[in-house]
């Protein structure tokens, strides 16, 4: 996944309350705080990059592992406030922090997971089909039209990274599938998830239809 030959590398760091960013997923910004403006300034001067840090709003504390971003579009508004369209890169773990003022930047090490020792298609494939029930169930359970996208993706570590970027409500989990470093434990983990929501929307559905007879 790493981009860059550099395996470890200064980077201009964003925290944010409750957001996991992965690999391969966009994320849409509203730069408005002034440190912030400066910073995506003098990013766009440069290789467009910056980390993307979760903070946890129970504790404030900033998580040590991320998802480098990638500004791809943007649009300048009033005020020098900025609306961009971001993208997931490679995962890194930060070392330590270089300074802090007007804006954090650190020295981060690049992540990836480890080689797969295993075909892991076969269980890709039961996530997917997990995937698929939740959403079917999901749309029956409310009434309304949900759908998955027809461009999912093929590889398996790809696939674990958009099943847990779109996770809600649960940035904690986000946050320790980000730091796993095995494509086979994250699709683990994530089976269990989607084994345990399937299984809670089959019972409420079938509560419905009970009660609407």
Not at 13 to 38: A, G, K, N, T
Not at 147 to 165: G, K, M, Q
Request: charged residues 30%; proline residues 7%; contains cysteine.
């Amino acid at each position: 996944m790493a981009s860059s030959s550099i395996a470890v590398r200064e980077l201009p760091l964003f925290p944010l309350p409750e957001v996991v960013l992965f690999p391969s997923r966009p994320l849409p910004l509203h730069i408005f705080e002034y440190r912030y403006r400066i910073m995506m300034n003098t990013i766009l001067e440069n290789d467009r990059r910056f980390g993307v840090l979760s903070i946890d709003p129970s504790t404030g504390e900033i998580a040590e592992y991320g998802c480098c971003a990638e500004i791809l579009h943007f649009q300048r508004l009033p005020d020098d406030r900025m609306k961009m369209l971001t993208f997931g890169k490679q995962r890194f773990r930060l070392l330590e922090y270089v300074r802090e003022k007007p804006y954090r930047v650190g020295l981060v090490e690049w992540i990836e997971d480890k080689p797969a020792t295993e075909d892991l298609n076969p269980i890709a494939t039961e996530v997917e089909e997990l995937l698929r029930d939740v959403v079917r169930l999901s749309a029956k359970l409310t009434s309304q039209k949900i759908e998955l996208p027809d461009d999912l993706p093929n590889s398996p570590t790809e696939l674990s990274y958009w099943v847990a970027s779109n996770l809600y409500g649960v940035a904690s989990e986000q946050q320790a599938l980000l730091e796993m470093q095995n494509t086979l434990e994250r699709l683990q983990r994530e089976q269990d998830i989607l084994s345990s929501t399937r299984n809670h929307l089959a019972a409420r559905t079938a509560l419905k239809d009970a009660l609407d007879d």
